[in-house]
């Protein structure tokens, strides 16, 4: 039977989690070659963290970002260190047909390579760059929704604005920047 983690770890690791996501996220990222692994090894992190804090608490974790940043680096390198000793010659003999077709489906499914998702990223830069340029609200509005995640509705009511004005603004802008770049 398996211990149930309590509500304050549970709400403790979720803190955790939104805290520092996007921060493990972009060290994961920058150590793997496809977004693929990168989910996995993302996976395994914060599972191992979950582990952890179930088993021992979470009070002598005076950084957690460090201290999942040390997790990252184990699983990076565990992860990494157990594609290299797969053999290719293992047999797929013993797998089920489900098995098969989970491995066919993987192997069919697109990966986009590190590369392709640095020059996302800088294209979003460059489409970035270029709304704050222009209108600075726009800049802001932008920036509270795609950065922040924050809701439309806040980000008007933070603003000032009304909630058509900055829907307006948003939308009219993509469009916009779709055009521009070619999207």
């Keep these: 039977m398996r211990p149930s983690a309590d509500s304050s770890t ?8 939104d805290e520092t996501i996007s921060s493990i996220t972009r060290f994961v990222i920058s150590k793997c070659g496809s977004i693929l692994d ?3 090894v993302l996976q395994n992190i ?3 963290f979950f582990q952890r804090i179930s088993k021992k608490g979470y009070d002598d974790i005076e950084n957690p970002e460090a201290f999942l940043i ?4 184990f699983e990076c390198k565990n992860y990494f260190g157990s594609l290299k000793k797969q053999s290719v010659s293992e047999s797929f003999s013993e797998y089920s047909d489900e098995q098969m077709v989970m491995v066919e489906n993987e ?3 697109h990966q986009k390579n590190l590369e392709d998702v640095l020059c996302d990223e800088l294209l979003a830069r460059q489409i970035f760059e270029d709304i ?14 795609f950065v922040c ?5 806040d980000i008007a009511r933070e603003m000032g604005m009304t909630l058509s004005a900055v829907k307006n603004k948003l939308y009219r802008t993509i469009e916009r920047q779709k055009k521009k770049f070619g999207l």
């Excluded at 040390?70 to 680096?73: D, G, M, Q, T, V």
């Excluded at 995640?149 to 509705?153: A, E, I, N, R, W």
Aim: aromatic share 18%; hydrophobic share 35%; proline share 0%.
């Design 10 to 17: 549970e709400s403790y690791f979720n803190r955790v989690y």
């Design 38 to 40: 990168a989910e996995d």
């Design 46 to 48: 914060y599972a191992r």
């Design 70 to 73: 040390s997790i990252a680096k």
């Design 107 to 109: 192997m069919s499914r």
């Design 132 to 145: 704050a340029g222009t209108d600075e609200t726009v800049g802001k509005i932008f920036y509270l929704y």
């Design 149 to 153: 995640d924050m809701k439309l509705s």
